[in-house]
């Protein structure tokens, strides 16, 4: 219960955040244009409580979940930004405006004022990391990021397309020097997609394609290939048998049964085809080579009834911790949120174009238990987290959604091509249509957060 009320806690602080920043972004543009603001809101519905300064009600509202600045001349904010009728005046628009109310203002100063709060979310995105970047930055090892295949599944995309243990991949579509990092992101976005490669085979180079199918567990694009490393033993479960034939975390695997081990999925197939038999490993701890045979156990303890022995082995990387001064900082956060901000949108084209699934998407339930497990992991984790979800916020408002920033951006760009209003009648329904869309999402992540909780991916 005490672990529940912590993540709500860290929730509410990473969507404070988000909101203050996002809000603020309009606010700021608005009083740039000396548009009034009537209210400053964060959440949404009936006020709780708050202060008055100068001409603002600078309110505390009774949804969390949300929040709005409210302008002169519009009406009072419906939908998550309060910006459902930024695009649309109140009736009786037809009567000359006030100079300071926001219909009172050209199009493109209001275009300016709702694109301003997702610019800030692309702002704080960039600015946490270049901060936590200045203070310590992990990167792994160039040794450890070389694209060579560690093993290759059995029936899987990468195994049809050819592909064996120990190929190199030498160009990733136009990428002439891809890492590992560039091969899952690629291959995260790519279910059902083609994905044209370049592989070197023992000094032989040659084209290959592979289409990644959809992970039904996770909802994203799977090969069946995985990095070839030296495999560390990064859990030991105490009650399974690996930890009673001597097994500890931090071991080094060295073979399973005379095959060499560089994949973790190499080993679980081989423990799982065990039928029971016991497994000889060679392992490494401090220097020195030992070697035990483990009777495996068919157990459920994880999910899926199968032949283990209680172990998770993880790649071991070289991690290199440093600082980076000011420009490295940025260029590295600014490349980093490009690369996020790409994936989110291959991500949302998969599943527009139904080659991925909605299982990739988290609801207020799913990143509460981010935000409460980022916060024990420290301040950077923390930070982190907020910078993705600001980004994740950012992109996701400038969707060309009625209700949404992109919705009112596209309105307005429609209307200053068309050299007029669209008719009052057509943006109350594009808004109400835009508005049930929204409900209905809110309620489909957390049906999903729930169903995730209730029955975890295997």
Known sequence: MLETGESILWLL???GV??????LGHFWAARYFDVKVEAFSFGFGPRLFGFRRGETDY???LILFGGYVKMAGEMEGVNMEGYANMAAPPPGGAETPDPRSLFGKPRWQRLIIAFAGPFMNLVLAVGLLTGIYMVKYERVADEDMDPVIGHVMADSPAAKAGLQDGDRIVRLET????????VGLEEISSAYRPMHLSIDRAGKRFDVVVTPTLSESLGVGFAGWEERGDMQLDEVDPNLPAYKAGLRKGDLVVSL???PMHSNYRFYEVTKNSGGKPLDIVYIRNGQQHEVSVQPEYSRSDGQPRWMIGVRPLPKVKIITTRLAFPEALAESVRENEEGATLIVK????MIERRMSTKTLTGPIGLGQLSGQAAKQGPSAYFSLMSMVSLNLAIFNLLPIPILDGGTILMLLIEMIMRRDLSLNVKEL???VGFVFIMVLMAFVIFQDISKI???PG
């Open 430 to 432: 594009v808004f109400k």
């Open 175 to 182: 990428n002439q020097k891809p890492t590992w990092k560039d």
């Open 257 to 259: 049964n005379g095959q």
């Open 347 to 350: 991500v949302l084209q998969g």
């Open 18 to 23: 988000m909101i203050m920043i996002h809000e």
């Open 59 to 61: 309110r505390v509202s």
């Open 13 to 15: 602080v990473l969507i």
């Open 454 to 456: 209730v029955m975890p």
